[in-house]
């Protein structure tokens, strides 16, 4: 069996500093950010909801079942952690007929903030941002200044945007799918579950182009060849890819030992897409509260707060969350 290794380089270089992760959901929040307000008008019913403790996918099989509809007609912009406490929009195709009483979904672990119709059902990437408040408990360092003094380089100049570790699965599990998909010939009826795994596969080739530009001290620079005016690694799929040159080469030469994935993605029917290799968190700040550290930021749809997180302490949990 293949081993996947996960444990991407870091920019900023050795960690100094350890601290307890996700010890409670309350740990780790993050608030969903549509970017705009729904229109009050529409076939579609946008739920704003908060859960604890709850996934995405359970969540929208819940408001599914409340509304009698099938839980394909159930959007939202992506999957939230399980082990956090998270706002989070989803739509509900309704053109007609009587709503149900949204406020019936309302439980311990989750409650309805509102519900307004819009036009547009919710998919993937559909949300501007998330804002995070996360809580790292038992903080332990030899030198609180450097952690300090790395948070502030971290906030200023970004970090490697790497796909985090709950794309992948627990213990790299999805990889393995793919791996049975993309090579061996697997298939899978459930169409959905099927894309997860080829978006693991893609994800985890970009952050192999994505280490070794780290390796290489260049993950920040636009080598020549460059597409744009920032610099970017391959979303793997079908298509001549549109970098030339050193990057080019550059590429080539990491996805080398990744041809059979690459041609499997092609033949998946994936389109070759451009993903930047610098995420600069918005907003960035911190503040200790006795022994516990509290980092507060905003990403972008599609970036990772554990890609923040990966620069700055080792992380002790016991709780591994599937994307």
């Not at 604890?52 to 912009?77: F, H, P, S």
């Not at 502030?152 to 793919?178: D, I, M, T």
């Amino acid at each position: 069996m293949i081993e996947f290794n996960l444990n991407f380089p870091r920019a900023y270089g050795e960690l100094t500093a350890t601290a307890i992760f996700r010890e409670q959901p309350e740990d780790f929040q993050v608030d969903e950010d549509l970017g705009f307000s729904p229109s009050g008008a529409g076939e579609h019913v946008f739920l704003h909801i908060l859960k604890r403790g709850e996934n995405t996918a359970w969540v929208a099989e819940k408001i599914a079942a409340l509304a009698g509809v099938n839980v394909n007609d159930v959007g939202y912009c992506g999957r939230k952690d399980r082990h956090a406490v998270t706002t989070q929009w989803f739509s509900v195709y309704l053109p007609k007929g009587i709503e149900p009483a949204w406020g019936d979904i309302s439980s311990d672990s989750i409650k309805l903030l509102s519900a307004s119709r819009h036009q547009q059902k919710l998919r993937r990437g559909d949300h501007q941002q998330n804002h995070f408040v996360i809580c790292l408990r038992d903080v332990s360092t030899t030198n609180r200044e450097a952690l300090e003094q790395k948070i502030a380089k971290v906030f200023s100049l970004g970090v490697p945007n790497y796909f985090g570790e709950q794309r992948f699965g627990r213990n790299g599990n999805n990889l393995h799918e793919a791996q049975a998909i993309l090579v061996d010939g697997k298939r899978y009826r459930d169409k959905q579950k099927r894309g997860l795994m080829l978006s693991a596969a893609r994800s985890f080739l970009f952050n192999q182009v994505l280490a070794a530009r780290v390796t290489a001290g260049n993950w920040a620079q636009c080598l020549d060849g460059e597409v744009g005016d920032f610099s970017s690694g391959p979303l793997w799929g079908r298509g001549r890819p549109p970098v030339t040159g050193e990057l080019a080469t550059f590429e080539q030469k990491v996805l080398a030992p990744w041809q059979e994935w690459c041609n499997g993605m092609e033949h998946a029917g994936l389109s070759q897409e451009r993903r930047a290799l610098q995420l600069i968190p918005d907003n960035g700040s911190f503040y200790w509260k006795e022994n516990s550290l509290y980092l507060s930021f905003s990403l972008d749809a599609g970036e990772f707060a554990t890609a923040v997180l990966h620069e700055l302490l080792v992380l002790q949990t016991t709780a591994v969350v599937p994307e």
